[in-house]
Every structure is written in structure tokens, then in C-alpha cells.
């Protein structure tokens, strides 16, 4: 069943953050502000690599308004971060290494003031030759930009022997695909504002994607325990992977703590582009071989990731991509090299897809190139070669098992995009200019943080003083719309109405560790714990009235405003009367880790959705330009948990892998960005976006499926890339190899009007 | 500034003339610590940018009496109109002026496509043209368009086409103020049969809200027998001083269109426009995409009318 509003029913609601966030009234908290704040600014290297020889902040400090000037020798405990891995220097102290490292900070009274204060600190630098290119990086002779080398992380992976498995094969092709620094481009830029209480404690106020993990990383830095900081994490506006990794925080939490004032930090756009992450440029050589009959025998990969100048997860990212660039597919005689890479560009890190995109443009795009090489349907040889439900996982790890590849390969062949591709024009008469195809690609795409990575979850129930009934995550609502899936999840579980819900998310004083916003993990995670609590809360609630009404528990149910007899449906009780109650207080948490898959394969996953997407493309060849006509995406992730949350995430990824298949890319030269602000960095507009995309969720799991709703937030910006490449192959016969696609390779001369029939042909 | 304690340097002084004469003298005084402005769009993505300095001194033109009716209708001698739209206009004010959509289709084109309603809506056409790389460049070639400066002196008009030319090699005008942008009548055909063919193209690297990489406006007169007369044809876009294509022009002056006029025009444009390319989009694709925006329109009205 497609989804949408007339199929949705009762179930497509007005999300609980809406009508702040259309009318303008809900705070972010990048909006906040208190009495006798302070402005605080990040001076940051103006060069990709250089060594520091002396900072000096003298006529900074001395500036009327200037509370204070940090550096290296300011901070109280560990000058470094990282969500995995801690080699970020908050500070640099004697070496930059890319446009974005921060030297020092200053808060003072107004914003343009702490401008100022910055152009007043003196830095001598002393320049180093700079590595721009990862490949170039790996050189021997490349400069080291740490003690350690210029590898972050190499990752492989075999199976098989290659050699004997490519010697068998009739068919081999062999390409090397590239792809884009896309930026997150969320329209809150980072910030936040930090206060130091009376008591001592601080309250950072900053979006992030794990509360918990900003705590722990800034009381290493600020050399406090961990209890002492409180974390207010949510609202945010947009994320997707880019604010997990701190990036305000450690200046806004120094700040406050040495001038014992609020401080506020914004970056601006500028700002933003230059410290901030992007999804990791890749090169990813592939060489893969069928035998006659299409069976897909040999598979070799080499990825080179771009990470930039310091860690974040540019290892863990790296794992995914050698996982996922083996799809859902069988092979025999697998080997996979993957490098990931520092260099002096900008910083590379989490982003919605997490290494999948890239691996699967490059995968796809083989399997086109192998279809056509056997002259068989490029979907056909999807079919033939794909993985069977109790295969094991791409890892040769135990997986759940389920049918999601075949369920959205089907879909997606009797989807009526699918169906036109012999046809794509129709009737319709175009310019002879105007070329149209339709493509497709496939993909599975792993959720949760995987194999050897704490990746803790749960949260409590608890029936509050007033008799609300209060649902307590450590997530955070980024606009993905986590709520309003929640407030559906709450009312559809336990039949409260949406009064009787209060939901308390992203502050560490109040919210258990329910593990970070990440990874496609929060709706699975909010389902499982409310499966583990709907028992005890329900019994709780149930006996305590049970008490009061002289009635058995058996014979009372929840429901909307209180507790209510099985056979009348009549309210007997309102949550508030029995709030009122005296007694222990109501309350029930769960706390467990997301299910991964027994192997010692780091990362490795155990839960995966599956995803097919048939699109339909217009190439321009005047200009070369590619539009999207037409888009369905076939979802196999168990049931919908919020059709509106569920449509927004597959139209809002399909409109990120949009972007990264034809505008965005922050171009970078000699380590400084090209694109500097949105006026060169180009996200998909309103008008890039045609058609319509038609979504169809694949409800169905196996029987005796107990791990529920698996996650959707990513999927959706995986798959687009390579059926658009597909497509326009379809349509005009070039292959495209490197994203985003260059219009000039699609452009052709106007030889039809050159041609004779130029004027009879219409 | 003081040695030991430090003080923040001052905002720019924004003078608010409220008369040409007033506006020409603080310019005179100020010299180049002076800056005209109106909508201020362009000038704060430079300053942003670091391409230009914030100046100490603002001079907004805006509040000038006679910046005041962004379009005026003149009667010229034959007693056709000529259109005056102040510098100052807004984008969205010329966007939505019937006459220029009725005589100028290709500058409100160009209007629609320039930046997104919130710039329009402050960004002025006399802002677009100082720019020298503005999208209503081509449009306002193609129209001959001319410029009425104030030099502190007097006012005086010039053609646009040789002042691109002049900015080229000086910066004199910068001490000049800019009153209006000067229109002639536009020619309609007379003959029976003739069609107009008039278009404006902007490719970007996006849809909208996006700089040009290659623009190009064309006007001309085309006969049932496919004869092409008045031709005008500009191109521009991306760092490129838009110009007059004047070889392509006469070359399809009069000519009858057909394949090997077409493949003559191609040429010529590939000849004649030169584009700067840049890390976006390089000059080989900008010279194509202008050659093949051009041919397909000529090719579009050679076509038997259905």
C-alpha cells in the first residue's frame, strides 16, 4: 500500500512541534539568550597546515569589553575530543592542520566586539606544505600530519580466493567512482548557549545527537565530573550526522567556566562551512565478475576516504562503506581494501548514510555495467544474484532474517515507474533535445552503531504528580520528527489520548541514556523499550487502581484520560485522580543495548532495511543538466511507525541524494573551500524537486520478528544516486562515474539541427 | 587607537541625501571612503566575502527625491515611449511593471530569475548593472539600453555597451552617480507574417536562487519564409563581461534559416563569446551551452507552426 494521507487515515496527525516550528514561536536553542551573557568567537587557522611558532593575546585581552581570551594553555583537563577517537585538539598548540582549527577563543560583550577581539590576537604561523588529496596522502614521501602516519584507519575485508574467482569469469568490468564533500547544510547552524549555575554546575544548551556523549567529552575538557554538567539537547534544528561530534561546545562550556557569565556562540554560515563536517569524499575502485550466466563470482574493492585533518568517526564510517559495498548480493570470492585518510581538508564525518551512499553508487553502477555486458535486464541480475533470507549477513555475520530484498525487488518490478522503462517519453512530444530515461538501484542498508561500539538504549514511564503520563528518552528531536512517532507510538500502545502525554527528551538531568540519535536507531529503540515497559507500567497503573475502584486489575484497561472498565468502556478513572493517589511513585525503565550480531567483526550489523528506488530522469542536452521527473521507493523496514515520519524521512533523504547526485559539492583547493557560503554551495531548491515521489512501505516481517520497526532515517538518501546515474544512461548512453554529475560530460552540440531532416522531422 | 587599551573600530556612517546634488557632493568629499548604496544586497556578500571592505561612509541613495517613481514613461519625438527606470527600482518593482512586460519581455525574465523574492524585494536594477556581471546585463544589451549618470556636474547619458566597455579599463565611474536606466522604444515588426523571437536563457547549476553560468538574451523578427531580421543577441554569465555577439548578429541578419545557417551561427558564437571559466563550470561549457541555447531557438522557429 502506497503511503500517503488518504491511506494514512487517523494516522496522519498534526506533529506535536508543529505548530511552533510553522508559526515561528518554538526557542531553539541556538535562539536562546540570558541576562549578562557574553558573545563568544573560535579563531580559527586561516591555513591548511602550518606550524604555530607563538600566539599572542595581549591586545586581545586588552580590549575594552573582552572578558576573555583562551587558548591551548586555558584548558583544565584533556585538550582534545572525538567521539570515538580524542586526537581533535580543542586548542591547537603548536601545529594547524586544516582552515578550520580553532587557535583560540574569546567571549566578550557583544558579537561584534568578540569579532574584533579575534583580528586582535596575533598568530605567527610558520606554513607547511599542504596534503590535499588523500590518494596523494598514502604517497611515501607525503608530508605526516600525525606522529602516526596519514591512516586513520584501514579496513578489509576477503573471502575466497580472488584470483581463481576472477579467472573464472566471462564478464568483468572495472571502474572507479567518486563522490562529492556533500555539506549537511542544516538550517540551524551550530551554537548554543552556556551557563554557569550558582551551584557550581554547568547547563550547555547546544544541539548534539547524544547528550550523554557531549557530557562525557566536556567534562574531560573542562577537567569536571560528569554529574556536574547538564546537557539540554533538543530542539534542533536539522542535523543529520553533522552535530553529533562536538564542535561550539568545548569553547562555549571554557568560556563560561573562566568568566563565570553566559555565554552564547553562533557560528555563522561562514563559519559553519569552514569547521564544520561533510560527508567523506570517496574514490572507490571496483573490478567485479560474473560467469556466462550472470552469477556474480568475484568482487574487489579499494576505497580511499578523504577524512580530513582529525578522527571524529572517520574510522567507524570507513567500516560501513566496506561493509555496504557488498550490498545485498552473493559473491564467492570477495576482497575489499579500504583506507580512510587524513589530510589537510576540510573535516570529514557522520552524515546521514553514513558511508552507504557512497558505496552504493559505486556498487550499483557495476551491476549496470555487468547487466549490459550480458545483455540482460539490469533488475534480472539483481534477482539472480541476490541474497537469499537466511543468508548471513555481508560480513558472513548472523543477521535477522528477513525477506526485505526480495519483497522491495518485487515492488519495485511491478511498480508502474518500472513499468514505463520501455517507454519512458509516452506520448508525450519532446524537444529533440530533451533525453528521458528510467533507472533503479538497490540497497541494504545496516542500522544501529554495530559489532564492538557501546550502543546502550531504553527509557522510563512514569505517571507524573498532575497525571500525565510521562514517556523520558535521552533522544533528541532534530526535526525528523521523533515526537510526534513517539506521541503515535504512546497513544496507539497503551490508548492514551494526546493530553494525557507529556514527552521529556534531550536534557541528561532528567532522561536516562536511552545511547545516541544516530544510525537509523531511534524509532526501533522508543518501540522495543515501550514493548519491554507496556507490561509493568500497565500492571502498575492497573493494580493501583484496581486498589481504589475494589475492582480486579483484569478488569480495567488504559485509555484516553484514565483507566477504564474492559466490558462498559466506561472511564472510571482519570490518570490525575489516580496520580493523586498516595503511594510509591509509578514509574518503569528498561535499559538494554541494541541487538548486534554475534561475530567479532567490528561494526558489523545485525538488523538492515532494504530499499528499492525506480526513477525517471530528464536530461537537457543543450546544457547537460539532469532533472527528476518521477521517483518510487519501495522500504522494507517492518511496520510504519508514523506514515508522515516514515514519507518525511524517504523525501527528505531522496531530496539529500538529490543534492549529492547534481549540485552539492564543497569544492576545495589547496585545502581551502571554494564554496564558502550557500551562495556557491548549492542544495536542491523547491525546483529541482518534480514529480512526485511515491513511497511503499513493506510492512510485512517473519513470523516470530521480535525486533520490531527498523530504522528509516537514512535509507532514503542511499539509493537515488545510482538510479539516477541508471537512468541517464538509459536515456543517453554515458556512464557517469563521479557525482555530482558535471552537466558538461551529458552536453551535446545541436546536431539535430544540423542534421537534414532538421526541419521535416516534427 | 590608544597603545595600551584597545578600542573596536566604528560602524560605516550612513549619509541619507536627499537630493542628486547632496548625494554628488558627499561623494566628492568622501572620495573613496564613500559608497553609494541602495539595496546594500550585492555589497554586504563582498564585504562577507572579503572581497570588498565595509567603507566608513554609506551613501544611500534610496531616499532621493527622484529615485523615488521607479519607472517613467517618456514620449520621444515619434511619438513613441521611452522607458526610464530609476537605478534605485527594485527588481521586484520592474519584474511587475506591465509596460516592461508588454515591450521588455526579456527583463522581466530576467527579474524572475535573479536571486529569490526576499533580494528582489530589496536589490535594485541600478545595483545589478554596477555589478557588471548582473543577469539583467543581456536583457538591457539587447535593448540597447542606455545609462543617465550625474557627475556632480550635470547629468549625461552614455550607452551601456560602451560603458561595460569603460569599466573594463576605469574606474572613473565609480565617482559618478547612477540616475536611471534609459530604454529606446522597441521596433515592432511591421510586415505581416513576421514573428517575434524573443528569449532569455539563465542556466545555473541549480533551477533557481542559483549565479548564471551562461546567459543569453536574443531578439528577432523571423518571416513565414523563415527570413531573420533585427537581430540582437547578448551573452554573459559567471565572471564574464556580458557583450553584444555583433559577428553572429550580422551573419543572421536578413539570412534565411536553415541548417547551414545554423551551423554557420555555431560556429560563430563558439568563435565570438569568449566566457571566463572558474572551478564550477569551465569556459569550454559555458561557450557550448551559449552556442547551443541560441541554435535551438533559431531551430525552434524554423519550424513549420502546427
Not at chain 1, 362 to 384: C, F, I, N, S, T
Request: proline letters at 5%; one cysteine or more.
Amino acid at each position: 500500500m502506497l503511503l500517503n494521507r488518504e491511506t494514512s487515515g487517523k494516522r496522519w496527525r498534526i506533529r506535536p512541534d508543529g505548530l511552533g516550528k510553522v508559526t515561528g514561536s518554538l526557542a531553539y536553542l541556538t535562539d536562546m539568550s540570558a541576562s549578562g551573557m557574553l558573545y563568544g568567537r573560535v579563531l580559527r587557522s586561516p591555513h591548511p597546515h602550518a606550524l604555530i611558532l607563538s600566539i599572542c593575546t595581549e591586545k586581545a585581552k586588552q580590549l575594552e569589553g573582552v572578558h576573555a581570551v583562551l587558548t591551548h594553555l586555558d584548558v583544565p583537563g584533556l585538550n582534545r575530543y572525538g567521539i570515538a577517537h580524542q586526537d581533535q585538539p580543542v586548542f591547537c598548540e603548536n601545529k594547524v592542520r586544516y582552515v578550520g582549527d580553532a587557535v583560540a577563543a574569546v567571549a566578550a560583550e557583544t558579537a561584534e566586539l568578540a569579532e574584533y577581539a579575534l583580528s586582535l590576537i596575533e598568530v605567527d604561523y610558520e606554513l607547511l606544505p599542504i596534503v590535499d588529496d588523500a590518494e596523494l596522502a598514502l604517497s611515501q614521501d607525503a608530508p605526516l600530519l600525525h606522529p602516526q602516519g596519514n591512516v586513520l584507519h584501514r579496513s578489509q575485508f576477503s573471502r575466497g580466493q580472488l584470483d581463481s574467482g576472477f579467472a573464472a569469469c566471462s564478464h568483468i568490468v572495472e571502474d572507479t567512482y567518486f563522490t562529492p564533500r556533500q555539506m549537511h547544510t542544516y538550517m540551524e547552524t551550530e551554537g548554543g548557549l552556556f551557563v554557569p549555575e550558582e551551584d557550581g554546575r554547568l547547563t550547555v544548551y547546544s544541539p548534539t545527537q547524544h547528550g550523554f556523549m557531549d557530557r562525557l567529552q566536556l567534562s574531560r575538557i573542562a577537567a569536571m565530573k560528569q554529574e556536574r554538567i547538564r546537557i539540554v539537547s533538543s530542539p534542533i534544528g536539522g542535523s543529520f550526522g553533522g552535530k553529533d561530534e562536538l564542535n561550539v561546545q568545548p569553547y562555549g562550556a571554557l568560556l563560561a567556566l573562566k568568566t563565570n557569565c553566559p555565554v552564547k556562540l553562533h557560528h555563522s554560515r561562514w563559519e559553519s562551512v569552514r569547521a564544520g563536517l561533510k560527508r567523506h569524499p570517496m574514490k572507490i575502485a571496483m573490478k567485479t565478475g560474473t560467469d556466462a550466466s550472470g552469477r556474480l563470482l568475484a568482487h574487489q574493492v579499494r576505497i580511499i576516504a578523504d577524512t580530513g585533518a582529525y578522527a571524529t568517526l572517520g574510522a567507524e564510517v570507513l567500516n560501513f562503506t566496506v561493509e555496504h559495498v557488498l550490498g545485498p548480493y552473493r559473491y564467492e570470492h570477495v576482497e575489499v581494501d579500504g583506507y580512510s585518510v587524513y589530510t589537510n581538508n576540510g573535516m570529514s564525518g557522520e552524515f546521514r548514510g553514513f558511508g552507504g551512499n557512497q558505496a552504493i553508487f559505486a556498487l550499483e553502477g557495476q551491476l549496470d555495467r555487468l547487466a549490459e555486458k550480458l545483455g540482460m535486464d539490469p533488475w534480472e541480475l539483481r534477482r539472480l544474484n541476490m541474497r537469499m533470507p537466511d543468508d548471513s549477513g555481508p560480513f558472513g555475520q548472523p543477521v535477522v532474517v528477513t525477506e526485505g530484498a526480495m519483497q522491495v525487488w518485487n515492488a519495485a518490478e511491478a511498480s508502474g515507474l518500472w513499468r514505463e522503462r520501455s517507454m519512458p517519453d509516452g506520448d508525450q512530444e519532446r524537444e529533440p533535445w530533451i533525453k528521458v530515461g528510467i533507472g533503479s538501484a538497490f540497497t541494504m542498508h545496516g542500522g544501529g552503531l554495530g559489532v564492538g561500539i557501546p550502543d546502550p538504549a531504553g527509557g522510563r514511564l512514569s505517571l507524573a504528580a498532575d497525571g500525565c503520563i510521562e514517556a523520558i528518552f535521552g533522544y533528541e528531536e532534530f526535526g525528523q520528527g521523533l515526537l510526534a512517532t513517539l506521541e503515535l507510538m504512546l497513544i496507539e500502545q497503551f490508548g492514551l489520548a494526546e493530553s494525557d502525554i507529556r514527552m521529556i527528551i534531550g536534557d541528561t538531568d532528567l532522561v536516562p541514556d536511552s545511547g545516541s540519535t544516530t544510525a537509523s536507531r531511534a524509532t526501533s529503540m522508543m518501540w522495543k523499550t515501550l514493548q519491554n515497559l507496556k507490561a509493568p507500567f500497565t500492571s502498575q497503573l492497573l493494580e493501583r487502581a484496581a486498589v481504589l475502584l475494589g475492582k480486579a486489575a483484569d478488569m480495567l484497561v488504559m485509555g484516553a484520560g484514565g483507566i477504564y472498565e474492559t466490558a462498559g468502556r466506561s472511564l472510571l478513572l482519570t490518570y490525575k485522580e489516580l496520580a493523586e493517589v498516595e503511594g510509591e511513585p509509578i514509574s518503569c525503565s528498561t535499559a538494554f543495548q541494541f541487538p548486534t550480531s554475534d561475530t567479532a567483526r567490528t561494526g558489523a550489523h545485525f538488523l538492515y532495511t532494504y530499499a528499492a528506488v525506480v526513477v525517471k530522469v530528464e536530461i537537457n542536452q543543450l546544457t547537460g543538466r539532469v532533472k527528476v521527473l518521477d521517483q518510487y521507493h519501495a522500504v522494507a523496514a517492518g511496520p510504519v511507525m508514523n506514515p508522515q515520519g516514515f514519507l518525511g524521512q524517504i523525501e527528505g533523504g531522496s531530496s539529500m541524494a538529490l543534492g549529492f547526485t547534481v549540485t552539492e559539492d564543497a569544492v576545495m583547493q589547496q585545502g581551502q573551500y571554494m564554496t564558502k557560503n550557500l551562495d556557491t554551495y548549492l542544495v536542491p531548491t523547491i525546483a529541482e524537486h518534480r514529480g512526485t515521489v511515491t513511497v511503499e512501505p513493506i510492512e510485512h516481517l517473519p513470523q516470530g520478528d521480535s525486533y520490531g520497526p527498523r530504522g528509516i532515517g537514512e535509507v532514503g538518501s542511499v539509493t537515488l544516486a545510482p538510479a539516477i546515474a541508471a537512468a541517464i544512461y538509459k536515456a543517453v548512453g554515458i556512464r557517469v562515474t563521479k557525482l555530482p554529475i558535471e552537466p558538461e560530460l551529458l552536453q551535446n552540440d545541436c546536431a539535430f539541427a544540423f542534421a537534414e531532416e532538421a526541419v521535416s522531422e516534427r | 587607537m590608544a597603545m595600551n587599551k584597545q578600542t573596536k573600530p566604528e560602524s560605516p556612517i550612513v549619509w541619507q541625501p536627499s537630493d542628486v546634488a547632496e548625494a554628488c557632493t558627499l561623494k566628492q568629499q568622501l572620495g573613496e571612503d564613500g559608497v553609494f548604496v541602495a539595496g546594500g544586497t550585492l555589497l554586504r556578500t563582498w564585504w562577507e566575502a572579503g572581497i570588498a571592505h565595509m567603507p566608513s561612509h554609506l551613501i544611500d541613495i534610496s531616499g532621493i527625491a527622484n529615485m523615488q517613481k521607479p519607472i517613467t514613461l517618456v514620449s520621444s519625438s515619434q511619438d513613441r515611449q521611452i522607458c526610464q527606470i530609476r537605478a534605485a527600482a527594485l527588481l521586484s518593482e520592474v519584474r511587475n511593471d506591465s509596460h516592461i512586460r508588454t515591450h521588455y519581455s526579456l527583463l522581466t525574465t530576467a527579474m524572475k530569475n535573479i536571486a529569490a523574492p526576499s533580494i528582489r524585494n530589496l536589490a535594485t536594477l541600478g545595483g545589478n548593472v554596477l555589478s557588471r556581471v548582473g543577469d539583467a546585463l543581456p536583457a538591457l544589451l539587447v535593448y540597447e539600453a542606455m545609462l543617465l549618470w550625474h557627475d556632480g556636474q550635470g547629468e549625461f547619458e552614455q550607452s551601456l555597451a560602451e560603458w561595460l566597455l569603460e569599466a573594463q579599463v576605469s574606474h572613473a565611474w565609480k565617482n559618478r552617480l547612477l540616475l536611471a536606466i534609459i530604454l529606446p522604444p522597441v521596433d515592432q515588426p511591421e510586415q505581416e507574417g513576421h514573428g517575434r523571437l524573443d528569449v532569455y536563457h539563465k542556466v545555473g547549476r541549480r533551477e533557481v536562487f542559483t549565479p548564471s553560468i551562461t546567459t543569453v538574451a536574443m531578439s528577432a523578427a523571423v518571416g513565414a519564409d523563415r527570413h531573420i531580421v533585427e537581430v540582437r543577441i547578448a551573452v554573459g554569465g559567471g565572471q564574464t563581461a556580458p557583450k553584444r555577439l555583433g559577428h553572429t548578429e550580422l551573419l543572421l541578419e536578413g539570412g534565411k534559416l536553415d541548417r547551414s545557417l545554423l551551423q554557420s551561427c555555431y560556429s560563430s558564437v563558439l568563435e565570438h563569446f569568449r566566457p571566463v571559466g572558474d572551478v564550477f563550470a569551465s569556459a569550454s561549457y559555458r561557450q557550448k551551452t551559449a552556442a547551443n541555447l541560441i541554435v535551438s531557438e533559431l531551430w525552434k522557429a524554423m519550424q513549420p507552426k502546427s
